[in-house]
């Protein structure tokens, strides 16, 4: 279906693979790149060579960064008795963009699913208890999506982490920031009012 | 806002200019990436880099491709006597996608615009005449988009060549292919409705 030269069509197609491109924005995409070799193509693709070769896995959390340790964790500014479990690097991301939060992460890198066959192995649960005994973690917050494969992860967790004795929490349930209750589902709703606090 | 390592974050700012993505859409497929690094990432920054390094414009028509007479000036089996006049490389390689048309291009690089002052030096509308002596070119067809800007730069090109004699043509107004009636704006069936075929 196409007619620019091979190497272009190669590029688009691995383009349209990332998620929210398909092969018409990938083209669009390349197009205008093509038009600004020197001002977006070039710095791009040495950006991208640049992170490809510099990127990996945090030893300790799980997080992506240029480093083997992560800066989180090896800010010892940090607290270190206390662990946010994310099920993924870019909820890592948003909780840091959130602030607030001055504890470790560990990712988990998505849900148990019995479907997918994703068990607690998969899942970095293990590396999570090693590191409780190891640096000697005293509270757990579950940070984890309110979707049903979420909470069914976050129950698992909170079961095998009781024997350990650590405090293990959730982020809250409630109304958004700015939501209205006409707009807002009912299990928000029934939830805000379930958590519903003393004024 | 953000708290990707800096190599990270420089990333997703350039992805983020381009078209079709923006801060959001562009951290999510840089996170999409550095998940398939080998798989992804490397093949992709690779593919940039050599696109990057390999592409250059037509020096006859204006194309994009990977050498200095684009393969399409270069192919011989293609007609030499008549060109395609198109806005743009993407306009091209729609007229390529969709087949049917044997002869050569010329790329205007855009329409002419008072506002954004783009004239027809701008244009290569110059370049285009230039050819017209020097290739024998007998037939001009003007592929441009059916826009105010598109059909005023139809107009102007009409006129510039009609000393030279050849002949001018725009491709044709009417219904697009599985168009209803109900769903297409007055302009279109009025279109429709005056170029009219004998059955």
New interface residues.
Partial sequence: ?????G??E??IA??S?????GPR?A?????????K?GL?????????????Q??RDCQVCGN???HDI??ICADEARATGIVCVVED??DL?AM??AGGFKGRYHVLGGTLSALESVGPETLRIPALEERIGAEGISEVILALNATVEGQTTAHYIAETLAPTGVSVSALARGLPMGGELDYLDDGTIAAALAARRQL
Same sequence: chains 1, 2.
Wanted: aromatic letters at 2%; a positive charge; charged letters at 25%.
């Fill in positions: 279906m196409a007619k620019a030269p190497e272009i190669a590029l691995l383009m693979r990332l998620p929210g491109l924005s083209r669009r995409a390349v197009l205008a790149m093509l038009k070799r977006v193509m070039e710095p791009l693709a040495q950006a991208l060579t640049r992170v490809a510099s990127a992506i960064s240029d992560c800066p690097v870019s991301w840091e963009r």
